[in-house]
């Protein structure tokens, strides 16, 4: 399946700030069954973008705004194809002995090491009694497991969190995001020593007749990939109980959020600001559906600590 997909970030200052620089990660990955066929970035006030590769091989855009602006829009337009890939079987994988050697063989300690946003506490560790989470059956019926319990616990309900919120605060209200369910999945299976990572991107959503998604439709998305073995890394997404599902798009991999947020800013002056998102994704051969209204919609005020304050804006992935 070929995706188009189009990104649109907008923000507004009130009153003018005097300079914006942003980092921005909207270009899907080209590897394995996935392949980035075409890209544009269009940023306005019209900026020189520069490009670079991070540590994880992500595609990061860069720009600085320079002078007096009242708003800045970041619009990405990218064709995608996606092939069908077979749903892993437990028949395929191998065993827990299997995966100490995988991970013994190779270098994968930024995937097993607790990060910003998925680390141990009190509260996960309830969590983690609660859904049985130990060395069991196998490493895919474990994982396949943990995928669903975090469906069946959490209620999903969009912008119950904020960009920044730490774990426990889905954990105490049992509420949250597709970037809250990523982080707890990520910490539980961090502790049985199965290297996992975060993954940013998008989600094709199918008519609500055929296949109804939880996460918010217009957002863009994360979930998380574990190593399994004989398998390699599998895609589970806990928000919608998917495994390995064919309708991802991986736009950037990571430790968790903060290593991949779709846009990073900072602007010169003290503003009321407005970030506002709104994605669409579709077959490339359906029409070119019109720009949709903002999923999500986030006001802050400004800071008078000093005059030349700097603040950072990042959207949370819903």
Not at 4 to 20: D, G, I
Not at 36 to 60: E, H, M
Not at 168 to 173: C, F, H, P, S, V
Not at 180 to 203: E, K, N, Q, T, W
Request: glycine letters at 4%; charged letters at 25%.
């Amino acid at each position: 399946m070929i995706y188009s997909v189009r990104h649109t970030t907008s923000l507004v200052y009130e009153p003018a700030v005097r300079e914006s620089v942003m980092e921005v990660r909207m270009q899907p990955r080209s590897e394995g069954s996935q392949h980035c066929l075409s890209f544009r970035l269009d940023v306005n006030p019209t900026a020189n973008i520069t490009q670079y590769r991070d540590f994880s091989g992500n595609t990061v855009h860069h720009f600085d705004i320079a002078g007096s602006h009242t708003e800045v829009k970041v619009t990405a337009h990218s064709m995608v194809e996606v092939q069908t890939v077979p749903a892993p079987l437990i028949s395929e994988a191998g065993d827990w002995a299997d995966l100490d050697a995988m991970v013994a063989a190779d270098d994968y300690w930024e995937m097993l090491l607790p990060s910003e946003f998925a680390r141990a506490s009190a509260a996960l560790g309830n969590l983690a009694a609660e859904l049985r989470c130990e060395r069991r059956s196998s490493p895919l019926e474990l994982l396949e497991e943990l995928n669903q319990g975090i469906y069946k616990v959490f209620a999903y309900v969009p912008s119950s969190t904020k960009v920044d919120s730490p774990i426990d605060e889905a954990l105490r209200t049992r509420q949250g995001v597709c970037q809250d369910f990523a982080h707890i999945m990520i910490a539980l299976v961090r502790s049985l020593h199965v290297p996992c990572r975060y993954v940013s991107g998008y989600l094709f959503h199918r008519d609500a007749a055929e296949e109804k998604d939880r996460s918010l439709e217009g957002a863009s998305h994360a979930w998380v990939e574990a190593l399994v073995p004989r398998l390699g890394w599998v895609a589970f997404d806990p928000t919608n109980n998917l495994v390995g599902a064919d309708r991802h798009i991986r736009v950037a991999i990571g430790r968790d959020y903060a290593d991949v947020p779709p846009t990073r800013g900072v602007y010169k002056g003290e503003a009321h600001s407005k970030l506002s998102v709104a994605v669409t994704v579709s077959p490339s051969d359906a029409p070119l559906p019109e720009e949709s209204a903002p999923s999500i919609v986030i006001q802050s005020r400004p800071s008078f600590a000093r005059a030349n304050s700097r603040t950072e804006q990042e959207q949370q992935q819903q």
